[in-house]
Each structure stands twice: as C-alpha cells, then as structure tokens.
C-alpha cells in the first residue's frame, strides 16, 4: 500500500510539473489511494518550489558572466596603466629631488663667494654675473628689511607721542585757559603761565605727531617701492614651481 501511495505521489507531482488537468491528477490520485490532503501537500510543495525557481529567472547567467569579464579586463587596463604612470611619478619626483640637490649645491657655492665678495676677500669685478645677482638681490632685500624695521620704530614712536598728547591734553582740560594766577609760577625768566605753557608743550607734542604721522606715511610708500624693486631683480636660483632663497 505504501509502494502505491509513493507512485501515486511521485506521479502526480510529475503532473502538477507538467500542468497536466486537475481531472487526470485526480484520476491518479483516487488510483493511488491518496487523500486529497495528500494531494494538497504535494501541491503545495510544487508550487513553493516554482516560486523559488521563478526567482532565477531574473537572471541571465551568460550576459552577467559576459559584462564581469568585460569590467574586469577594463579595471585591469586601467590598473596597468595606473601602474605604469605611478612608476614614471616616482622616477620623475626621484630626477627631481636630484637636480633641486644639485642646484642647492650650486646656490651654497655662488653664495659663499659671494660673502667672500662683500668681505672684500675676493674682487668683485672678477665675480661671475651670478654673484652680483646674489648680491644685489640680497641688498635689496635688506633695503627692504630696514625699512620695515623703520616702520615698526615709527609705529612705536607715534604710539608713544599719543599718550604724550593725551597726557598734556587732559592737563589743559584740569587747568583750563583762565591764566589765574593760580596757574602762575616764577620761573628763570620771569612769570610764567603754566596753562599757556602747557598749551605749548602740547602744540609741540601734536606737531611732532604729525610729523611722524607722515614720516610713517613716506615709509610705507618706500616699503612698497623697495618690495616691487626687489621682486624684479633676477633670481638665480629660482625656478617655477619651487622657488630657492638666494640666501
């Protein structure tokens, strides 16, 4: 009995694959001796399995393979490529630090002679172009360094006279200008107002003022000059992208 119901069951499920009527199944089933229980498990059964099996379908294995192979040999092209250019960077950036080496190694030599020109341990007419250049570069950058380090004296010094302005001008304020003779004293030459003198003292104090206003004005135009005279001279050993100092 149980050999019949297993080749009842094993036949219909080959039915139910093949979409066989349900009048031809149930033939076989009744046949077969199988509940319709039975035939609902095996029905069941298939359709899980088609369901499972219908979600390959999605998939078409030859054209995924196909497009895989395609984008790798792509990325190893590339790969290769990257590779090669990487190697000419490392070489190039190798040729590079050799010849910055090279004229550091010069710039030291020029500039050695040409502190041994401005020591007057060589002659200075008999110093190759390059020297000169160094030198002259070098004096004007220095021009440049001492007039900033004017301006800075300057900018102290006017900040020094303001609180002497300020100091003169708040005793004007206290004394006022009555001239009484509260505010007179005896001095070498006589009588003297203190609040006419004061007066003085801080008329002085703003003229200086402005006098120092406008030598830090002139300064600030020789800076700029002298920077743009300096950024115009010829510099020996700069290059393009990786400027060297002259020293």
Not at 49 to 67: F, G, H, P, T
Not at 136 to 148: F, K, P, Q
Not at 230 to 236: A, G, I, K, T
Request: aromatic share 4%; net charge negative.
């Amino acid at each position: 009995m149980e050999a019949k119901k297993a080749s009842a069951i094993e036949e219909v499920s080959n039915l139910l694959w093949q979409d066989k009527p349900a009048e031809k199944i149930a033939s076989v089933a009744i046949a077969g001796g199988l509940s319709a229980a039975e035939v609902e498990k095996v029905e069941a059964f298939i359709s899980h399995a088609r369901a499972e099996l219908s979600k390959l379908e999605v998939y078409d294995v030859e054209k995924l393979k196909q497009d895989a192979i395609t984008a790798k040999a792509a990325f190893q092209d590339i790969a290769d490529k990257f590779k090669r250019i990487s190697d000419q960077r490392n070489q190039a950036g190798r040729l590079s630090d050799a010849a910055a080496a090279a004229l550091r190694d010069a710039q030291f030599a020029y500039t050695e002679v040409a502190n041994a020109v401005e020591c007057n341990e060589l002659p200075a007419d008999k110093a190759p172009r390059i020297v000169n250049q160094v030198l002259t570069r070098r004096r004007a950058g220095e021009a440049v360094s001492n007039l900033e380090q004017k301006h800075k004296q300057l900018i102290r010094l006017k900040n020094d006279n303001e609180s002497i302005v300020e100091n003169y001008q708040r005793q004007v304020d206290k004394i006022g200008t009555g001239g009484t003779r509260d505010n007179v004293s005896i001095g070498s030459a006589g009588l003297v107002d203190e609040g006419e003198l004061l007066k003085q003292r801080l008329q002085k104090a703003v003229e200086e003022q402005r006098s120092v206003e406008k030598a830090i004005a002139k300064c600030e135009k020789d800076i700029t000059s002298a920077v743009k005279s300096y950024e115009r001279l010829p510099s020996p050993f700069s290059i393009e992208t990786n400027e060297v100092s002259d020293g």
